[in-house]
């Protein structure tokens, strides 16, 4: 089956500075992936759909300016979170959408676990 | 809006019991709904879609639009089925998934 990738799978920085997650979908194209959170013991909140060659559509609630999102290929989502503080730490985990033959399928990566410190 | 409840966030049964996992929606158009499953220690993956009407590792979940309901079934549960479950819903065309709080469900042997 497809399979989605994240790196890093857990990274660790300090308040005040900024870490980049990837996503890819390394056997298949996808032009929209989605990024969720993931808090302990809870569900996953969707954050934003990112299409491919576009602008990232926000969920409500979730700042634009500090969770920035590219997707520059149709194999790789990136997800920056700026000016990192504690209340950021949180499991990122990204998903990716293939198109077969007028469905769709979603594939989850593994997951990023960031600490802020 | 979109919304999916899952009520129990714990299901302990014995092994060969039957299992049922509850999910409720709200939406107000026509849903696509779907288990997703997840393994300790692994990523979330897909168990079964509404549409495709199949059984996966003896699982079924019917759609009842009257109770806006898509309960998880199986009749005899097995140690290895032991894993949080998550509801989920997206509209027509598959756009943005929305899961619900999920249930653990635990296989007691």
């Known amino acids: 089956g497809a399979v989605v990738s994240q790196h890093p799978s857990w990274v660790i920085c300090k308040s005040g500075t900024s870490v980049k997650i990837e996503c890819r979908s390394l056997?298949?194209?996808?032009?929209?992936m989605f990024w969720y959170r993931q808090f302990p013991k809870q569900s996953l909140m969707l954050m934003a759909t990112s299409n491919e060659g576009s602008k990232a559509t926000y969920e409500q609630g979730v700042e634009k300016d500090k969770f920035l999102i590219n997707h520059a290929s149709l194999t790789l989502s990136t997800l920056t979170v700026t000016s990192a503080h504690p209340e950021d730490s949180s499991f990122y985990i990204c998903s990716a959408r293939e198109s077969r033959g007028g469905s769709y399928e979603q594939y989850f990566g593994p997951g990023t676990r960031l600490t802020v410190t | 809006a979109q919304r999916v409840t899952q009520p129990e966030k714990l299901l302990s049964v014995f092994k060969g019991a039957p299992v049922e996992l509850k999910c409720n929606y709200s939406y107000s158009g026509s849903p696509e709904l779907f288990w997703y499953v997840q393994y300790s220690r692994q990523r979330l993956q897909l168990l079964l879609r509404?549409?495709s009407r199949e059984s996966i590792k003896g699982f079924t979940a019917d759609l009842n639009k009257g109770e806006t309901s898509f309960h998880l079934k199986k009749p005899f549960a097995q140690e290895e089925d032991s894993a949080m479950y998550y509801c989920a819903l997206s509209g027509r065309g598959y756009q943005k998934v929305t899961f619900g709080t999920g249930t653990k469900l635990q296989v007691i042997p």
């Open positions: 056997d298949f194209q996808a032009t929209t």
């Open positions: 509404h549409i």
